[in-house]
């Protein structure tokens, strides 16, 4: 019924702003109820959907919270759970079947609340099923199935699906799906255009980065929406960072994202993006909390998962190499791999966007290491380099566009900044300037040292002291417009018949790999 409901609505005489997200749900693990969706939709596509809704959501009766619950847990670990709230809450909990997730569900059931899990599963691993013996998701979803059943929490599975990717333009930009669009019911389509977005950003030799834009679009954007009928108090998940709520319930009161208890395990540079509408439902239970704490609450809670292994990839990808899904979408197509300092012929390559500036695996160069240094995206060229992190090709000043404030508007004093250009405990203490260009903000940020990471695509995330209050897509570096490549390099990149250029050169030892050796043998 699902798929039949969602091809009527985009039917070509459909409206798109007309989509109901409350579609998203099937295959509950509880008995379905029949919900009508009543909004301002046009007579023609409003309709009444069959989703699973689980049967605490039914029930009128709210557990009260008992002392009992958090006899044996000190009570520092609920502190970002929302203990002192007036009444038990109704949670709904984002489960991917990792530790952390296991863990800030429990914290937020001993804490007295009541917990519905949320499993997303992702279109794009659909996509590959037929790559691995098993679904990629079927490990993931036990393990919640295992988590939720020792504490009887009922567990919803949540579909997202790229059926109808194919029919929206690839080359939407960021700015189209500002916070000025309020219609809840574009978040599904949002969905499918961020997975464009990101595509599109590959072919043009940029990087994006997906868990910033997962995390605004899927996580805490379409799926908020999509349960905003079912009287959630809140959306809780296990990233690590802190959301400071007001005491009073005043609507004009704000919230505020601050960093978590672990620096190094900091997630506030991936929740940056957030709006304040989608930061005051947020929960995050684990931002008061070290890591190896949350592996010692995993083995005390007894969880079916207490030993496996963080994620490292891309959180709406799940087992999935970026490569693979890159692949997957864009295709390859082989071009040729230039020094940037000789323009000699180094080898080949399976297609510039599966390269990023800084890159250093996956060149199947000798004599390294070699970085990425640049990329003609016209003629599918990847410039090299020995000499990435030569000091004078640092850069300490970049535009940054496409601006979300936190809090609505931007700090009064923006003198006085600190930033991070990417997920980690790095800061830098910055000034950002803004000014029109066009119809949009563009700041310069001027940082106080160098740092040669910058990459177009990639966001900035923005700090008054420990307080997040929002980001901004890195344009360009201003004082450095790119690696120095030479002239040879870049002719040789304009050439139509590659071939003409026969084999790889050979690789010769840097020179200082030559004194180093000598110095070995002298020895």
């Given at each position: 019924?699902?798929?039949?409901?969602?091809?009527?609505?985009?039917?070509?005489?459909?409206?798109?702003?007309?989509?109901?997200?409350?579609?998203?749900?099937?295959?509950?693990?509880?008995?379905?109820?029949r919900l009508i969706i009543r909004q301002?939709?046009?007579?023609?596509?409003?309709?009444?959907?069959?989703?699973?809704?689980?049967?605490?959501?039914?029930?009128?009766?709210?557990?009260?919270?008992?002392?009992?619950?958090?006899?044996?847990?000190?009570?520092?670990?609920?502190?970002?759970?929302?203990?002192?709230?007036?009444?038990?809450?109704?949670?709904?909990?984002?489960?991917?079947?990792?530790?952390?997730?296991?863990?800030?569900?429990?914290?937020?059931?001993?804490?007295?609340?009541?917990?519905?899990?949320?499993?997303?599963?992702?279109?794009?691993?659909?996509?590959?099923?037929?790559?691995?013996?098993?679904?990629?998701?079927?490990?993931?979803?036990?393990?919640?199935?295992?988590?939720?059943?020792?504490?009887?929490?009922?567990?919803?599975?949540?579909?997202?699906?790229?059926?109808?990717?194919?029919?929206?333009?690839?080359?939407?930009?960021?700015?189209?799906?500002?916070?000025?669009?309020?219609?809840?019911?574009?978040?599904?389509?949002?969905?499918?255009?961020?997975?464009?977005?990101?595509?599109?950003?590959?072919?043009?030799?940029?990087?994006?980065?997906?868990?910033?834009?997962?995390?605004?679009?899927?996580?805490f954007g379409a799926f908020m929406d999509?349960?905003?009928?079912?009287?959630?108090?809140?959306?809780?998940?296990?990233?690590?960072?802190?959301?400071?709520?007001?005491?009073?319930?005043?609507?004009?009161?704000?919230?505020?994202?601050?960093?978590?208890?672990?620096?190094?395990?900091?997630?506030?540079?991936?929740?940056?993006?957030?709006?304040?509408?989608?930061?005051?439902?947020?929960?995050?239970?684990?931002?008061?909390?070290?890591?190896?704490?949350?592996?010692?609450?995993?083995?005390?809670?007894?969880?079916?998962?207490?030993?496996?292994?963080?994620?490292?990839?891309?959180?709406?990808?799940?087992?999935?190499?970026?490569?693979?899904?890159?692949?997957?979408?864009?295709?390859?197509?082989?071009?040729?791999?230039?020094?940037?300092?000789?323009?000699?012929?180094?080898?080949?390559?399976?297609?510039?966007?599966?390269?990023?500036?800084?890159?250093?695996?996956?060149?199947?160069?000798?004599?390294?290491?070699?970085?990425?240094?640049?990329?003609?995206?016209?003629?599918?060229?990847?410039?090299?380099?020995?000499?990435?992190?030569?000091?004078?090709?640092?850069?300490?000043?970049?535009?940054?566009?496409?601006?979300?404030?936190?809090?609505?508007?931007?700090?009064?004093?923006?003198?006085?900044?600190?930033?991070?250009?990417?997920?980690?405990?790095?800061?830098?203490?910055?000034?950002?300037?803004?000014?029109?260009?066009?119809?949009?903000?563009?700041?310069?940020?001027?940082?106080?040292?160098?740092?040669?990471?910058?990459?177009?695509?990639?966001?900035?995330?923005?700090?008054?002291?420990?307080?997040?209050?929002?980001?901004?897509?890195?344009?360009?570096?201003?004082?450095?417009?790119?690696?120095?490549?030479?002239?040879?390099?870049?002719?040789?990149?304009?050439?139509?018949?590659?071939?003409?250029?026969?084999?790889?050169?050979?690789?010769?030892?840097?020179?200082?790999?030559?004194?180093?050796?000598?110095?070995?043998?002298?020895?």
């Open positions: 019924m699902l798929r039949t409901t969602m091809a009527a609505l985009f039917h070509p005489t459909t409206k798109l702003y007309s989509l109901p997200l409350k579609a998203f749900f099937s295959h509950s693990i509880h008995k379905p109820r301002s939709y046009p007579r023609a596509v409003r309709t009444t959907l069959s989703i699973n809704t689980p049967r605490s959501l039914s029930s009128t009766a709210v557990p009260q919270i008992s002392n009992d619950t958090i006899s044996d847990l000190d009570n520092s670990y609920l502190s970002c759970s929302m203990p002192n709230s007036k009444r038990p809450l109704k949670i709904a909990v984002l489960l991917s079947g990792g530790v952390d997730s296991s863990v800030a569900l429990r914290l937020l059931h001993a804490a007295g609340h009541s917990c519905t899990a949320f499993y997303l599963k992702i279109w794009f691993q659909e996509d590959f099923e037929n790559f691995w013996s098993e679904c990629p998701w079927e490990e993931d979803l036990k393990y919640a199935k295992a988590v939720c059943n020792q504490v009887d929490v009922p567990l919803e599975v949540v579909h997202l699906t790229d059926e109808y990717w194919d029919k929206v333009v690839s080359n939407t930009p960021l700015d189209a799906f500002s916070h000025h669009h309020h219609h809840h019911q574009w978040n599904l389509l949002l969905t499918m255009l961020q997975v464009s977005y990101l595509i599109d950003e590959y072919k043009r030799g940029r990087t994006p980065n997906p868990d910033v834009l997962c995390n605004t679009r899927i996580k999509a349960i905003s009928n079912m009287d959630f108090d809140f959306v809780a998940s296990g990233h690590y960072a802190k959301v400071i709520h007001p005491i009073t319930d005043e609507t004009n009161e704000l919230s505020f994202l601050q960093l978590s208890k672990d620096m190094l395990k900091d997630q506030t540079y991936f929740l940056s993006y957030l709006s304040q509408a989608q930061l005051k439902r947020l929960v995050l239970p684990l931002g008061c909390i070290p890591k190896d704490e949350v592996r010692r609450l995993a083995r005390k809670f007894d969880l079916p998962n207490q030993e496996r292994k963080d994620s490292q990839g891309i959180c709406f990808l799940g087992k999935i190499k970026f490569s693979e899904f890159v692949g997957r979408h864009i295709g390859e197509k082989e071009g040729i791999l230039l020094e940037a300092e000789t323009g000699d012929f180094l080898g080949s390559h399976r297609g510039f966007w599966f390269y990023t500036i800084g890159q250093r695996q996956g060149l199947g160069l000798a004599g390294g290491p070699w970085y990425v240094v640049e990329k003609d995206v016209k003629n599918n060229v990847v410039f090299v380099s020995r000499n990435y992190y030569s000091v004078d090709k640092r850069r300490r000043s970049f535009r940054v566009g496409s601006f979300r404030w936190i809090s609505g508007s931007p700090p009064h004093n923006l003198n006085h900044l600190r930033c991070k250009v990417r997920h980690g405990p790095v800061f830098y203490d910055c000034s950002l300037h803004i000014e029109k260009d066009g119809n949009e903000n563009i700041g310069t940020v001027q940082l106080p040292e160098d740092d040669q990471g910058l990459a177009a695509g990639q966001f900035a995330a923005f700090y008054e002291e420990e307080v997040c209050v929002g980001s901004g897509v890195i344009l360009e570096s201003w004082d450095d417009k790119g690696f120095p490549v030479c002239d040879k390099a870049r002719d040789i990149a304009k050439m139509e018949d590659k071939s003409k250029l026969g084999k790889p050169v050979k690789i010769k030892p840097k020179p200082e790999d030559c004194l180093r050796d000598s110095v070995v043998r002298l020895v």
